[in-house]
C-alpha cells in the first residue's frame, strides 16, 4: 500500500473522530466557555489531547492541501476556547 493511500486511510479515520467526537465536545466547551465558566480538569485534558492530536495530523495535512484548513481551524478553535476560558480565570 502506497504512503498516499495510507495517508487517505488515516485522515478518513482522524475525520470521522474528529466529525463524531471531538469538534461536538469543542463547540459545546466552547459554548460554556463563552457563557463565563471555567474549564473542568476533564476539560483541560480533552483540550490538550486535541491540540496533540492536530499537531500530530500538521504532517500529513501538508501533504493534502485540502485538509490544511481543517487542522488550522480546529486549532484555532482550541487557542480560542483557551484564551476565553484564561480570561473567565482572571475575572473581571
Do not use: C, W
Not at 471531538?22 to 473542568?40: H, N, T, Y
Amino acid at each position: 500500500m502506497s504512503e498516499s493511500q495510507n495517508d487517505v486511510g488515516t485522515i478518513q479515520v482522524l475525520l470521522e473522530r474528529f466529525n463524531k467526537f471531538r469538534l461536538p465536545r469543542l463547540l459545546a466547551i466552547s459554548r460554556r466557555v463563552d457563557a463565563g465558566e471555567k474549564l473542568s480538569d476533564v476539560d483541560i485534558q480533552f483540550m490538550k489531547m486535541v491540540l496533540e492530536e492536530s499537531r500530530q495530523v500538521e504532517p500529513i495535512a501538508a501533504h493534502h492541501p485540502e485538509y490544511q484548513s481543517l487542522v488550522k481551524q480546529a486549532i484555532s478553535l482550541s487557542d480560542e476556547i483557551t484564551r476565553n476560558a484564561l480570561e473567565n480565570e482572571q475575572g473581571p
